[in-house]
């Protein structure tokens, strides 16, 4: 149904910067909300950010001041720029997004896509 295409990730130096771009294609219609989830090894996945189809964003407290996410509704893209990169921010990106169905929207299925991997380091 829906593919996430990713790009973007690879290694940068502490304090450095980096941007993430994700793109849907396929039956796009009835994507809500978009966003940036990461794990690192040994971790649970958490989500890092984000956005609605009316533009509200949700930031894990880690990140905020330092991340901003953003889309283009047109074009079903989602990106997440990464600024002030800490060595914690090493993780596995993974772009989401999910569509509501149900009465009441009470029901979600979330699309994936592969995974970036982004290294902070010196």
């Known amino acids: 149904q829906v593919q996430l295409v990713e790009s973007g990730g690879g290694l940068v130096q502490p304090g450095g910067s980096l941007r993430l771009s994700c793109a849907a294609f396929g039956s796009i219609f009835s994507i809500d909300t978009m966003g940036w989830y990461r794990q690192a090894p040994g971790k649970q996945r958490e989500l890092v950010a984000a956005i609605s189809l009316g533009g509200n964003t949700n930031y894990a407290d880690s990140v905020k001041g330092r991340f901003t996410i953003s889309r283009d509704n047109a074009k079903t893209t989602v990106d997440l720029q990464m600024n002030s990169l800490k060595p914690e921010d090493t993780a596995v990106y993974y772009c989401?997004?999910?569509?509501?169905?149900?009465?009441?929207?009470?029901?979600?299925?979330?699309?994936w896509g592969q995974g970036t991997q982004v290294t902070v380091s010196s």
């Open positions: 989401n997004a999910y569509k509501l169905t149900g009465a009441y929207y009470r029901k979600r299925y979330d699309y």
